[in-house]
T-cell receptor
């Protein structure tokens, strides 16, 4: 199959770290992305990783990729209330430029 | 850079009318634009891929005559929902890709409500 799967919901306390997980099935994926969507808005690109990388860090965001297990994670350090949103992972295959999205993980940050 | 503007942000129309949604890349040229549909609390479903100067490529199950896509320039793609019905009510989002990088930049979305 060509599914991208994510857990539905994550609750975290302000100041703690959040880890959002994503699994995919297509080993030919070239790029993997994390997007953030706030209520009623479009998608904001947070970060992305090329498939030959294991890790990428950008300020509070750390992306880990386990290509063998087809597992992608996004860690948000020092989570803030403004991080409450839906987070989508997406994969891009080697052929073509279409993205396949996961179902989204709703992150709720409690003060 | 890489700003995608989508208009209108919200539209309410009567059943049977047609609605046009615009997607513009403001500061870059987009050879490819994508149109997605998102139902409440669900993920994005790709409807079609729009290439400048050629016919759009529709995903399986998407009616070409219902959702007309035009990509007349490198900065503008339009989606027209023809003869809209209540079941077409949804959140429509466009994205645009730059040639120099493998990233899609998204518009803010258009909420369509058909009465």
């Amino acid at each position: 199959g060509e599914d991208v799967e994510q857990s539905l919901f994550l609750s975290v306390r302000e100041g703690d770290s959040s880890v959002i997980n994503c699994t995919y099935t297509d080993s030919s994926s070239t790029y993997l992305y994390w997007y953030k969507q706030e209520p009623g808005a479009g998608l904001q690109l947070l970060t992305y990783i090329f498939s030959n990388m294991d890790m990428k860090q950008d300020q509070r965001l750390t992306v880990l990729l386990n290509k063998k297990d087809k597992h992608l994670s996004l860690r948000i350090a020092d989570t803030q209330t403004g991080d409450s949103a839906i987070y989508f992972c997406a994969e891009r295959k080697a052929a073509g430029n279409k993205l396949t999205f996961g179902g989204g993980t709703r992150v709720l940050v409690k003060p | 850079g890489a700003v995608v503007s989508q208009h209108p942000s919200w539209v309410i129309c009567k059943s049977g009318t047609s609605v046009k949604i615009e997607c513009r890349s403001l500061d870059f040229q987009a050879t490819t634009m994508f149109w997605y549909r998102q139902f409440p609390k669900q993920s994005l479903m790709l409807m079609a891929t729009s290439n400048e100067g050629s016919k759009a490529t529709y995903e399986q199950g998407v009616e070409k005559d219902k959702f007309l896509i035009n990509h007349a320039s490198l900065t503008l793609s339009t989606l027209t929902v023809t003869s809209a019905h209540p079941e077409d009510s949804s959140f429509y989002i466009c994205s645009a890709g730059r040639q120099v990088e493998d990233i899609q930049y998204f518009g803010a979305g258009t909420r369509l409500s058909v009465l």
